[in-house]
Nanobody
Framework: QVQLVESGGGLAQPGGSLRLSCAASGFTFSSYAMSWARQAPGEGLEWVSGISSDGQNTIYADSVKGRFTISRDNAKNTVYLQMSSLKPEDTALYVC??????????WGQGTQVTVSS
């Protein structure tokens, strides 16, 4: 079955960095675009970033542009989100999603990121 397992979340200080990973299995990873979304407490799901199937095209929400970098390693069936210059507003559950024609069709359980001093 399709499975997406996020890891790498945790507690970071403002200005700090974290690298999230999403391990994919159960499908041909290199055939799909992938994305990250997040949900802060009491808020709706916010799209964060996306990457094309070959990794050549990336896109970011304005709120994270210049601070976050999405990447993927198709040989490892893994997509990453490198987060730098973290802000308290980045605190959220981060979810990895498989994307088909611009729409997520599978997602993981998420990994919690907390940014606090």
């Amino acid at each position: 079955q399709v499975q997406l397992v996020e890891s790498g979340g945790g507690l970071a200080q403002p200005g700090g960095s974290l690298r999230l990973s999403c391990a994919a299995s159960g499908f041909t990873f290199s055939s799909y675009a992938m994305s990250w979304a997040r949900q802060a407490p009491g808020e709706g799901l916010e799209w964060v970033s996306g990457i094309s199937s070959d990794g050549q095209n990336t896109i970011y929400a304005d709120s994270v542009k210049g601070r976050f970098t999405i990447s993927r390693d198709n040989a490892k069936n893994t997509v990453y989100l490198q987060m730098s210059s973290l802000k308290p507003e980045d605190t959220a559950l981060y979810v990895c999603r498989r994307t088909l024609q611009g729409r997520p069709d599978y997602w993981g359980q998420g990994t919690q990121v907390t940014v606090s001093s």
